[in-house]
């Protein structure tokens, strides 16, 4: 059947033409199935994989009834983790191009809180934040949500793993009881019944399938030994040799163990957990998405909310206690069209986990023999791209064209040895390609960027 087009809902003319613009012409499952709802002003919970369109869902709904001449907070959306948020504050950004004026503003923490306050004296119309950070504001009196007509929890499952669910409840209470509230999660545990009944009005509640369909996703499991774990994971990347992949782990010390291992193997690894600084973070996210490292060992809260373009596998180093979080795992993998990989190991401890997740998937497991795990190939996995950290950013007034103007003058690249560039306050981080990686270092050192000598150095 069809998916129904946005130009069957009632929104404005000038949105019609901005979705087409962004490529936007059919409506995923959720969208189709939430947006008749909230357009209506009904409260939801909506519950939907990763990777379902559910961010122009609600960036569409709560666009809708903004007034652009009250610069006041009309709409907040609350999500588990900054580079979540950014993400979401960048697509209503998008959004929002169809109206005149509309302000986007992004409150999260591990960043200072002064900007954000002089950000906020000049009036937002829809605000993206973490829980931790909106209470500050709420707090210290610089975020007034006296105006809010919408409502948004994104990924509020993550939310309440993370613990947030009194910042919540505070920040719920700070907002008008006649508020539309809308509700997004993968999976939905019992924290979620409980702020439903606490502070939503009879809401309707969907669900997209959660399951995978398995051309999309080829998924094989690996029955193993404790103390095979991390050999093994190390022959699946020699096995299969993914440019770039996601490695889970149930805690930060089996990431940093998991890393330690894959580097003396001569495999690209860094771990992404809850001890790492805002800093180090960026860094590591900025390597990963721009193809100057191969593998990215995570916890899941710390991997929530990441949205890698080409993904080719998914490595579930321990199988998931709960099932469902199984399913949003490996739906990292093969998203927009493309075929993805999901390879688990299970050891015969963990034999009740893998019957969990053929039970929630109807379908039995496929199960490989280890000893199938033969290298394609005897070189280290190295990824394509290697990292420059120059030493000035936003605040530097430095543009991404300052950087590429650089490399590809005084220092000599062509446009296309040149990959992705990400901007933060005080730093910036540029892809090159591994091979003229050094003459980029050297040139860039010697010379100038935007006219300034700058501290440059490899990551």
Not at 91 to 101: K, P, V, Y
Not at 274 to 284: A, N
Not at 351 to 370: F, S, T
Request: proline content about 5%; aromatic content about 4%; charged content about 20%.
């Amino acid at each position: 059947m069809a998916s129904p087009a946005f130009s069957s809902l009632s929104i404005s003319p000038a949105m019609l033409v901005n979705l087409e613009t962004l490529g936007y012409l059919a409506m995923t499952p959720i969208q189709a199935q939430s947006l008749p709802l909230a357009l209506a002003g009904r409260d939801l919970i909506a519950q939907a994989k990763t990777g379902s369109g559910k961010t122009v869902a609600f960036g569409i709904a709560l666009l809708a009834p903004l007034n652009p001449r009250f610069f006041g907070c009309q709409a907040l959306v609350l999500c588990p983790t900054r580079e979540l948020a950014d993400q979401v504050a960048k697509e209503i950004r998008r959004l929002a191009r169809a109206a005149d004026n509309i302000k986007v503003l992004t409150l999260s923490g591990g960043v200072p809180i002064g900007p954000q306050i002089g950000s906020l004296e000049h009036g937002a119309h829809v605000v993206v934040g973490t829980p931790g950070r909106i209470q500050e504001h709420l707090r210290k009196g610089t975020l007034v949500l006296d105006g809010l007509n919408s409502l948004v929890l994104d990924e509020a499952d993550r939310m309440l793993d993370m613990g947030f669910y009194d910042s919540i409840a505070e920040i719920i209470e700070q907002t008008p009881a006649r508020r539309q509230t809308l509700l997004f999660s993968a999976t939905y545990p019992a924290g979620i019944e409980q702020l439903a009944a606490r502070f939503m009005r009879q809401p309707q509640r969907i669900e997209v399938a959660s399951q995978h369909d398995d051309s999309q996703i080829e998924q094989r499991f690996y029955e193993i030994e404790p103390a095979q774990r991390l050999e093994s994971v190390a022959r699946l990347l020699r096995h299969f040799r993914p440019a770039s992949s996601v490695a889970f782990c149930h805690t930060r010390q089996q990431c940093q163990e998991l890393v330690d291992y894959l580097q003396g193997q001569r495999i690209s690894a860094a771990p992404l957990h809850g001890d790492l600084e805002q800093r180090e973070r960026d860094q590591v996210l900025a390597m990963f998405a721009n193809r100057s490292l191969s593998v990215l060992v995570a916890t899941d809260v710390a991997a929530r909310g990441l949205d890698i373009a080409g993904l080719e596998a998914v490595i579930n180093v321990e199988l998931s206690r709960d099932p469902e979080v199984h399913v949003h795992r490996i739906g990292r993998s093969g998203r927009a069209g493309e075929k993805g990989l999901a390879l688990s190991l299970v050891a015969p401890a963990e034999a009740a986990r893998a019957q969990a997740v053929e039970r929630l998937q109807g379908a039995p497991l496929r199960w490989c023999d280890p000893a199938s795990l033969q290298p394609a190939d005897s070189g280290p996995l190295l990824p394509p791209m290697t990292t420059l950290c120059i030493g000035a950013g936003r605040k530097e007034k430095l543009r991404p064209g300052d950087i590429l103007g650089a490399l590809t003058g005084e220092a000599g690249l062509v446009g296309a040895q040149v990959g992705k560039i990400a901007l933060f306050d005080h730093q910036a981080y540029v892809a090159v390609e591994r091979g003229v990686a050094r003459q980029a270092l050297k040139r860039l050192s010697e010379g100038k960027v935007k006219g300034r000598s700058l501290r440059v150095r490899e990551v």
